[in-house]
């Protein structure tokens, strides 16, 4: 998936996701080929599925500026789809369209659909909540016990060794020391967040885990440590850690999205920011989806 979203299309994504029917698949980010340059364009969200031997395609693009979509930026997207395999079009502005955009819109025989998200007041609805406190949790931070580094260089070839957190760490180009192998393991074990939460989430039934292993291959990053006054490039990271859990409750706003449901927050897991989104499908069954939000 290329590395372009924000908060607002990750929402839209995962609700989307979560009360896709069966069969269908949804994609973040997605590559559509245009038909006149053959060039591949990214669209926000595609949620694709067969009916038959028909391949459908639904493309929702999202905006989040501050002022209402205008109907120049509904043009551009009817312009960018009407050379796409995309057989129907969803545009959602998080601060809602420009009376002409809505007219544009209704002037395309049903195949574009405008959507704006909407705050639902839980006072006025108390059915629509859904989302328990015992659902969340924050990983509070990640405590080191042990670095073992798997070198390799001309001198002693290759091998592991644990070392101190301390030890520094150089750019294999310039020879410059640029951080400590602590260092190093936080930025690893920060760009893991996302993958220790959702273990965490997947065995809150189970005996609280106290400990977890991070692996990172770090042999395309440059880096080298020096041992004996040799340098010797990393080529991985075992680090074996302590875990401190501090579960709380979440605070949620309810919001709707067309005719969906759902509820989302915002909330740091190890200090790194991350947005919540929860739905429930019509089974009844609340489903919480999150990610690091830059």
Partial sequence: MPARSNKQQAVVYYVKEHLASAGAIVTESKLLLDGDSGKAREVDVVVEYTVGDDPITISIEVIAWARRASVTWVEAMLSKHARMPTNRLVLVSWS??????????????????????????????????????????????????????????????????????????????????????????????????????????????????????????????????????????????????????????????????GPSTFAMTEASIADEPCVWVATRTSDKEARISWRAIA
Avoid at 111 to 119: D, G, I, N, S
Avoid at 172 to 185: M, R
Avoid at 222 to 249: M, P, T
């Fill in 96 to 257: 809602g369209f420009s009376p002409a955009a809505l007219e544009k819109v209704a002037r395309q025989g049903g195949q574009v659909e405008a959507l704006t998200p909407k705050q639902k007041d839980v006072t006025e609805e108390p059915q629509i909540r859904f989302v328990s406190p015992e659902l969340t949790f924050q990983l509070v931070r990640s405590l080191v016990d042990t670095v073992e580094v798997e070198m390799h260089s001309e001198t002693f070839g290759s091998e592991s060794l644990k070392m101190p957190s301390n030890a520094a760490v150089f750019n294999a180009v310039t020879g410059n020391e640029i951080a400590t192998l602590g260092e190093v393991v936080y930025r690893a074990a920060m760009a893991k967040t996302e993958d220790f939460s959702k273990t965490l989430w997947e065995a809150r039934d189970e005996e609280e885990p106290s400990h977890y292993v991070l692996v990172s291959d770090t042999s395309e990053m440059g880096l080298e440590v020096e041992i004996d006054d040799v340098r010797c490039s990393i080529q991985r990271i075992r680090v074996i850690g302590g875990l401190e859990i501090n579960r709380r409750q979440l605070d949620f706003e309810y919001w709707s999205l």
